[in-house]
């Protein structure tokens, strides 16, 4: 049987009847949108991070689009980005009528290098959106100095980073505002579709909450400026409400994972991870890194292992984004990541023994390259 790198099947046999009953709860509940789950749901996810308010949305690229319009990025502005990120991050901006503009990554967490950042400044600049990709956090004290100094505003793109913590504090706490992503592969899943913005200013709170909505506020038929339809659903809100009981739990189950992978690969030739010190990984995905990608994955296929790539093709390389003018050889450090990367297996529920087989593949995989 092929070893999948996600796989929520195991989880659900465990959760089942709360999941189920979390469907029942809102089909009787009399209330079918923006009820009682979302509201509740958006209540519990703002106190774990200790912001102020959380707007539930359709899903994460939607959280970062009205997170982007709320804080008053439009037509014209640009915001300074990474090009090692998912896809979705740079199509909000662009939805936006935004420009994405992107500095290179650090060759050892493969986040946002902050130090490029200043530079990239224009007059232009309206919003600077670290990725707090694969579940570390980008530290973004240097990125709140510059903002305040060049009166910007900072959105943190949290899609994959629930629960991590930067040197700064909990992913989704350091910036103007946060977007999630609960997609089912993500350290917080819905069965579905979902997403949230956080934010603990007011005026941006209120101007979320009328963005997913029409641009109305609820219960008042009046459009002052035209939003969208990206509520969340209330099913995937009630089965979110009760699994961020358990995200501590995920994380953790996570990490031992990560570990695991830590000590069985330690001296194979693949580069781990790297955590920057005072960062809490949460491992959204594990990656590694390896010069003869391509060999080492259609072995490790043949053997039944099913790898992934976060990501194959840097954002700023793909044909929909050549209007943006960064050729090949703009990014070098983003650009080489993505020819050598590769992530392994990782889910909470992944069961010892396959990893285990996992680990003893891949050493056998590289002794014989
Ligand atoms: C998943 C993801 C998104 C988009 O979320 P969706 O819910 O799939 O729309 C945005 N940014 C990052 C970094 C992601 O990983």
Same mark, same amino acid.
């Given at each position: ?13 465990? $959760? ?28 519990? #996810?703002?106190? #774990? ?11 994460? &690229? ?22 090692? &990120? ?15 503009? #992107? ?69 989704? /706490? ?7 992503? *609960? ?34 506020? $609820?219960? !008042? ?12 659903? $209330? ?47 949460? !491992? ?32 700023? &390389?793909?044909?929909? *984004?050549?209007?943006?003018? !960064? ?6 450090? /983003? ?35």
């Amino acid at each position: 049987m092929t070893i999948r790198v996600w796989d929520y099947l195991r989880e659900y046999q465990e $959760e089942s009847e709360e999941i189920l009953d979390s469907v029942r709860t809102v089909f009787e509940s009399g209330r079918l949108v923006l009820g009682e789950s979302v509201r509740g749901f958006e209540e519990e #996810f703002a106190a #774990f991070h200790g912001v102020d308010h959380c707007v539930g949305v359709d899903n994460g &690229t939607n959280a970062v689009k009205l997170g982007l319009q709320a804080l008053g990025v439009g037509p014209g502005d640009e915001v300074i980005t990474v090009s090692n &990120t998912a896809a979705p991050t740079i199509v909000a901006i662009d939805a936006v009528g935004a420009t994405p503009v #992107f500095v290179d990554v650090d060759p050892d967490t493969y986040l946002m290098d902050t130090d490029q950042v200043a530079a990239a400044v224009t007059e232009r600049t309206r919003c600077l959106l670290p990725v707090h990709l694969y579940g570390q956090c980008v530290d973004t004290r240097p990125l709140r100095e510059l903002a305040a100094e060049r009166d910007l505003r900072v959105l943190e793109d949290c899609a994959q980073a629930h629960g991590a913590r930067g040197r700064d504090g909990l992913a989704g /706490t350091t910036g103007d505002a946060a977007a999630f992503s *609960f997609y089912p592969t993500k350290v917080l899943g819905a069965y579905g579709d979902g997403g949230a913005t956080t934010t603990s200013h007011d005026d941006v709170a209120r101007k979320l909450r009328r963005l997913r909505y029409y641009g109305m506020e $609820e219960q !008042y038929y009046v459009v002052d400026v035209p939003g969208h339809n990206s509520r969340l659903d $209330e099913v995937q809100a009630e089965i979110l409400r009760r699994k961020l009981g358990r995200l501590d739990q995920y994380v953790a189950d996570r990490r031992v994972v990560a570990r695991r992978y830590e000590e069985g690969l330690a001296d194979s030739g693949l580069t781990l991870p790297t955590t920057a010190p005072g960062n809490d990984h949460v !491992y959204y995905v594990y990656v590694v890194r390896h010069p003869r990608r391509e060999e080492i994955m259609a072995r490790l296929r043949d053997r039944g292992i099913e790898l992934n790539i976060s990501y194959p093709w840097p954002v700023h &390389t793909m044909s929909g *984004f050549s209007h943006l003018g !960064y050729p090949k050889g703009s990014l070098p450090v /983003t650009e080489e990541l993505a020819e050598q990367i590769f992530s392994l297996p990782m889910y909470p529920s992944l069961p010892r023994e396959t990893q285990d087989r996992v680990i003893t593949e891949i050493r056998d995989v590289l002794k014989h390259l």
